[in-house]
Structure formats: C-alpha cells, structure tokens
C-alpha cells in the first residue's frame, strides 16, 4: 500500500483550545482527516489567529507498474504516476472539505463561505513515516455574532464523529447560508438575498425528506409563500422529533422578521432601490439561522435544539 497525505490552512472554525479532532470518512474511500489549531511557532503574516490545519491521510494500492519503481527507486517514474496521485488528491481534498462544513455545520459556527485559506502541502510515502513531494502537476480546485460552543465536550465530539462516518453532508441550505452571512457586512442586500433562498431550500429540502410523496411537488413547481407554510403547512409534517410532544410553527417574532426579510428580498430582486442597516440584515439572518437549525431538528438531529439562539430557546421553552 502507498500513503498520500494533503494539509490545508483551514480559516478560523470557533477552536479555542488544543484539542486535536480526527475524522474518518469511509465513502468513497477510508480517509483519516485531523482538525488542529496552528500552533504559534506555526503562525507566519500569510495566516490569521485561530487558523486551523486540516490534514488527510488516505492508504491506496499502487498498480503493477508503481509497485516495481517503488520496489526499485533508480527506475525512472512510471508516467502513470501522476494520475494515480491525482486520483488520491482528489479523495483527500474531497474529505477535508466535507470534515470542514461537517465540523462548522455541527456547531453552528458562521464565517466565511469557503473554509480552505491556503494549500500547504501533498506527499507520498511508503511506510507513513517517510514522506515526498507528490507530483507537481497536480491541479488545485477548491471553493469551498452567532454564539457557538465555546468547550469541545466529549460528548460534542462523538457527535461529530458519527456524522462523519456516514453519508451526511452539510445540508445545502447551510452552505447557502454560510454565503449569506459572509456577505452581510460588504453585501448586505445578497446577504439578505441569499439568506432568504436559504431558508427556502431548507423547507423544500426538510418536505422532501418527511414526505417522499411531496418531493417532486416541491422540487418542479414554483415554491409557495415561505410564511405561510411555516405557519400553516411545517406543523402537518410528520417531524421525527417534536417539541413538548408537538410539531410547533416558528415563534411569532420569527415569522415576523420572515415577513421583513422576504418583503426586503422581493424589493431588491425586483430593483427597488433600499437601504439596509446592519442590524436588520443581522436580524433577518439570525432568524434564517434558527430556521435552518429548526428544520435539522425536526429531520431528526436532536442535537440541532443546542444550535438555537437564546431567543428562540426560551420562545420553545415557553411555547403554551
């Protein structure tokens, strides 16, 4: 077996501490990624505090043709080494990408809608203990306020472990959002745009998967008003969790500020010259963001209820 290992610079992803976070990703092939903050001896002017490495390992079986010139390194290198490397560079930066938005996702950090700042490194080995410089033709193709925890629990951990280990992505929506809430300082009338979209998709995306029979409706057909169905159709659904024993619509002030956002998202789609201040674009987004979360807990992450802000907490606790 060969190994090949690829390392990012990873922006800020709400780490405060030294905890070191392995993932595995099992499809389409066993990766093993870790998550760490750079450490200060680490730190050069290209990187910003809380910076992260990524760094995935994947084990691959070499051809015929790459196990000889292993076997005899004077051989000059095969000339399909280089795909095969690609190949496995591919599998790496697919798994860091998808351990990234996972990690962000579970937590419910918000930044930046591309995670990956810098490329750091590509090696091939042997052994896993004696590492080289993978071909240089490889190709490099990545684009990848709201309270987050603030101690990596055990608990919090294992979570994201589980997550890893099956088929589940960050949900389109999030990542969605993930642009939205990068753009509302320098752009605030796309923040609103694509923050609103966001909570569309993830209502078409929350029927889909509680009513199977609704998923062509939902997907071909122009979307219904979003207040309406979250007043009147989300409670209908078939939730695989309830709150108190009910499906319960958004709380009145959320639905509120739906109502502010989608009329401002219709004003500027539609060319209407407005001016948005930064506090209503903050507001309009932390309600998408605990819409998201609200829909992630009734598709069935329970933990998705610690992601709410303290309003929206205390809205469901005193819900009557």
């Known amino acids: 077996m060969m190994y090949f290992r690829l390392s990012y610079i990873v922006k800020p992803l709400g780490i405060d501490d030294d905890n070191v976070i392995r993932f595995e990703m ?38 015929r043709n790459i196990r000889l010139w292993l076997a005899h390194p004077d051989m000059p290198q095969p000339p399909g080494f280089t795909d095969f490397a690609h190949e496995a560079h591919n599998a790496l930066s697919w798994a860091v990408v998808r351990a990234v938005k996972l990690w962000r996702w579970r937590i419910g950090y918000r930044s930046d809608q591309h995670p990956i700042r810098f490329w750091k490194s590509f090696e091939w080995s ?48 999030h990542e969605l959002f993930q642009e939205a809430w990068s753009q509302r300082l320098d752009n605030p009338r796309s923040a609103v745009v694509m923050g609103i979209a966001a909570a569309e998709t993830g209502l078409k995306h929350l029927i889909s998967t509680l009513a199977p029979g609704s998923a062509w409706l939902v997907e071909h057909t122009q979307s219904p008003p979003l207040v309406p169905m979250l007043q009147d159709y989300l409670p209908t659904l078939p939730t695989r969790l309830k709150i108190k024993g009910k499906v319960l619509p958004p709380p009145k002030w959320l639905i509120d500020t739906m109502k502010k956002g989608v009329g401002l998202r219709n004003q500027i789609v539609h060319g209407h010259p407005i001016q948005l201040a930064s506090d209503t674009v903050h507001d309009v987004l932390q309600a998408v963001h605990d819409l998201l979360y609200l829909f992630d807990l009734y598709g069935g992450y329970e933990w998705a209820a610690q992601r709410f802000s303290v309003r929206m907490q205390s809205s469901l606790v005193n819900e009557p």
């Open 26 to 63: 099992k499809k389409p092939e066993l990766v093993s990624v870790e998550l760490r903050r750079l450490a200060d001896a680490e730190m050069n002017k290209n990187y910003v505090k809380g910076d992260m490495v990524c760094m995935a390992v994947l084990q691959k079986k070499p051809t």
């Open 126 to 173: 042997v052994n896993g203990n004696d590492w080289n410089p993978a071909p240089m033709g490889i190709q490099l193709h990545l684009s990848a306020g709201i309270p987050i925890p603030k101690n990596l629990t055990d608990e919090l951990i294992e979570s994201i472990l589980r997550l890893s280990q099956g088929d589940t992505e960050e949900p389109f929506a």
